[in-house]
């Protein structure tokens, strides 16, 4: 039995056989509708555990040479057991515009790592991961910055870290870095959460 519908009223014996043969449509109806909604949501959180459980997005400039970089970053995110995902290659949603994209994307990852050292799209991708409180680690070049309007989110925002390097060869060295910090801080809010909500405690 999914539940039960109940229609009351002050009246003694106000409801007769009628009512009942009238609503029988409505309550199949009723009920078929729930026992798909109960089977939909199970199998997306079933599919979105399973994205999140390793998927992480790449953020940063992925246009003329700079992609290499996004390139090595994903390889050394691979090299980590992850499965590393840039926006330019995952398929388009048509209902959606890029920034949607990112979104939806950022939020079935597991964490997301932007290549910070370039200017492309970084303020509206950082602000992004910002309002919707996703883990991010920024990789950037030391001497280099996509803006200075993005330079102080490390600071305002705990689940948000740089992650500095002095070349192309340290990147699997900060990715590694990154990584790790992004583990430990979703780690951090589970456990928070966990203890916060009561209906997660077994």
Known sequence: MLGVL???SLTPRAFSASWEEALEPFVDLLSLILS???EVPEDVVRA???LRESSVLVLGKD???EVARLK???RALRAKGYRPRLVKEASDIPELSNEEKVRVFADLSRFVILENSYPAGQIAELKICATNRIVTATLREKGRG?????TDYSKD??????????SEDEIPAAVDEATTWAESKLEERRSYYDERYPWRKR
């Open 6 to 8: 109940t229609i009351d």
């Open 146 to 150: 996509s803006s200075y309007m993005v």
């Open 157 to 166: 925002f705990d689940f948000i870290q740089e992650f500095e390097f002095l």
């Open 48 to 50: 979105v555990e399973e």
């Open 72 to 74: 090595h970053i994903s």
């Open 36 to 38: 798909t909604l109960k």
């Open 63 to 65: 246009c003329g040479p």
